[in-house]
């Protein structure tokens, strides 16, 4: 053997096992046209590093209801439309249209109840909060603050006939000082609320010849000095009583 000549070695040549391409294949990266769940779910629309990012629908296989809108990081956020079908008719039905937030209603938008009853105005985690506008099927509407899903704050409620309250609320019920407007029969009543029930005040006539069914007597007139000042210590006398009622028990 010719000692000049430099002996050859073989190194066997290193495969990568499959699943490696497999995987990299599998990582969902920009615009993909449908990528199934293992629950039979199905998404359709933009990813970035695995997970849902951009454009895109979201259709649920259990339900059948369907998101459209804007994805961030696997999550419903910014504008979309999420849609359900009926139950009859098997047509998709809106259910909400408007701004979301870490997958929950958040911002402005209008929420469908039913046919003849939706809410438009604004959202904080998936619960009505800020101002808002109700439209109720009984033919009803509720503009004000809103809190924790109910009305809270300042609004005004008016029935089907026109007759309305404008006051306080708290927890979705009446509750400090309003004013009930009964347009039916051309009265007023200004008082104080707690829990939906007029505590004190007064009743008054009020555009009672414009009514459309005026009361057959008029309310006679107020012969006290201060009737403002009656109802001013009648309301601070039943303040008082909800701050000690609001207060823990003591220790006896």
């Given amino acids: 053997m010719d000692s000049n000549i430099m002996p050859i070695v073989k190194y066997p040549r290193t495969v990568e096992p499959l699943w490696y391409e ?38 649920w296989k259990k339900t059948g209801a369907i998101y459209s809108g804007d994805w961030k990081f696997g999550k419903r956020d910014g504008y979309g439309t999420y849609s359900l079908p009926d139950p009859i008719t098997k047509d998709y039905k809106k259910v909400y249209a408007g701004w979301w937030k870490n997958d929950k209603m958040w911002g402005y938008g209008i929420k469908f109840y039913s046919d003849a009853e939706y809410y438009e105005g604004e959202w904080y985690m998936g619960k009505r909060e800020g101002w808002g506008r109700m439209y109720y099927k009984d033919g009803s509407i509720f503009e004000g603050q809103w809190a924790q899903d109910q009305p809270s704050g300042q609004g005004m409620y008016r029935l089907k006939n026109e007759n309305r309250y404008e006051g306080s609320w708290k927890d979705g019920k009446k509750h400090g000082p309003g004013k009930f407007f009964y347009m039916d029969t051309g009265q007023l009543y200004e008082g104080y609320w707690v829990a939906d029930i007029p505590k004190c005040g007064r009743m008054i006539d009020f555009g009672r010849d414009e ?15 201060d009737p403002d000042g009656v109802l001013e210590e009648a309301v601070l006398k039943l303040e008082n009583t909800e701050e000690l009622n609001s207060q823990p028990g003591k220790e006896r």
């Avoid at 009514?211 to 006290?224: D, G, H, M, R, V």
């Fill in 22 to 59: 497999w995987d990299r294949k599998a990582q969902k990266c920009g615009l993909r046209h449908t990528v199934y769940a293992v629950n039979g779910d199905r998404y359709i629309g933009e990813w970035l590093d695995n997970v849902k990012h951009g454009k895109g629908t979201q259709i």
């Fill in 211 to 225: 009514a459309p069914t005026p009361t057959q007597y008029p309310i006679p007139k107020i012969e006290l000095v």
